[in-house]
């Protein structure tokens, strides 16, 4: 039974998702041949510089805690500048950090990706960062995602995504801000790491881990398998204009005839239905087939089937509400499955509006569980990367 909070919530918003249409179907085909590579981490490895110049521009102390603002050049900008709009090119981040580490060899630092609406730190600050530097000696580094806050295109409204291809894009600039921020606070001396995230953010944090190539912590909130169960089943699927999905991918065939061929979903791939023309007949796709589309382009792009498993499995700590009407979980392989060696998730029983505003201490202690299981195994100690 889903929340019925959950429902009534999401039907007050104006948020509105995809309003343009899917992106260009060159657009598509580009990050989807990119998301292939970062989808490896062997490959995806090599796509980062990570000694990237990072540019510190303002340190205070405030609340009780060390604030550093800093900023870079996005990676992604040097292989697919032609899809980037300027806006989201430099990345932006706040780190939050005790005054004082109880030991100079344990610095846990959380990096903590945006949840749906999440624009600018201060939320994550004040919910999230604060506490757990203050209660908890741990640190935190935030990190503005693309298309939010000071990184939004002018012409987009609040957190309205204009294109299907606007979230495959910002996954993979986070993807790899995330590798140069990891290694930022390598090097500063910092660990055990940890990637965490609320719904959209614990997606987010998911791939950037996938990504790392050593050991680390994990606690995604609120998310699951895939970005097809939240737009195709969720409550926001209602926030999407199916009507203009379905004109778009009617009027133009290579939707279908191309972009189709490129998309592997770990759900229903062998069952896949390729839309060619020969298929259509004179009457076109119905409405139904869009979403087929779409839940076929969530897959390829958001499953973590198609993204390589953490180094260590065992360091993931799943958080998820048992009446998510956000992020249902049926319909795809669980989570814990996917990535064989996780453990069970740690089940909330409440909806995902109820989970998010009452229970963040729940999302705090699976954070410090998992960095301490990380520090009792490794022992802080500097893995080298292969």
């Known amino acids: 039974m889903e929340s019925r909070l959950d429902h009534i919530y999401r039907s007050l918003l104006l948020t509105k998702f995809f309003t343009r249409g899917w992106g260009e179907p060159d657009t598509l085909k580009k990050i989807i041949r990119f998301r292939k590579i970062l989808g490896d981490r062997t490959k995806a490895k090599d796509y980062v510089n990570l000694n990237q110049p990072i540019r510190l521009i303002r340190e205070e102390v405030k609340d009780g805690v060390r604030i550093i603002d800093g900023q870079f050049t996005t990676p992604v900008v040097n292989y697919l500048p032609e899809i980037c709009p300027r806006e989201i090119g430099l990345a932006q981040f706040q780190a939050v950090l005790p005054l004082d580490w109880s030991s100079s060899n344990y610095k846990p630092v959380v990096l903590q990706f945006a949840g749906t609406g999440d624009h600018y730190f201060w939320r994550r600050r004040n919910l999230m960062a604060l506490p757990l530097a203050k209660e908890n000696g741990v640190g935190s580094i935030i990190l503005e995602n693309p298309y939010y806050g000071t990184r939004k295109p002018r012409d987009q409204l609040r957190s309205s995504l204009h294109h299907v291809s606007d979230l495959f894009l910002m996954g993979a600039c986070i993807i790899m801000e995330s590798q140069v921020l990891l290694r930022w606070a390598e090097d500063q001396g910092w660990g055990p790491l940890c990637c965490h995230g609320i719904s959209m953010g614990g997606h987010m944090a998911s791939l950037a881990a996938s990504a790392w190539p050593k050991p680390i912590a994990l606690v995604p909130c609120l998310s699951w398998t895939s970005g097809s169960v939240t737009f195709c089943q969720g409550v926001m699927s ?24 490129m998309v592997h979903s770990p759900e229903f791939d062998e069952n896949k239905i390729h839309l060619r023309a020969n298929e259509i007949g004179n009457n076109g796709p119905k409405e139904k087939e869009a979403l087929h589309f779409m839940r076929g382009l969530m897959d390829e792009c958001t499953h973590l089937g198609n993204f390589s498993a953490p180094v260590d499995p065992d360091l993931v700590e799943l958080v998820v509400a048992e009446y998510d009407a956000y992020q249902p979980r049926r319909g795809v392989i669980p989570l814990h499955q996917v990535w064989g060696g996780c453990r069970e998730p740690r089940v909330i029983s409440e909806g995902h509006i109820r989970s998010y505003l009452f229970h963040q201490h729940v999302f705090r202690s699976a954070i410090i569980d998992s960095l301490e299981r990380m520090s009792r195994k490794y022992q802080h100690e500097n893995i080298t990367i292969s």
């Open 238 to 261: 209602r926030a999407i204009n199916w009507r203009e999905l379905n004109k778009q991918y009617v009027d133009r065939r290579d939707f279908w005839t191309e972009v189709w061929d």
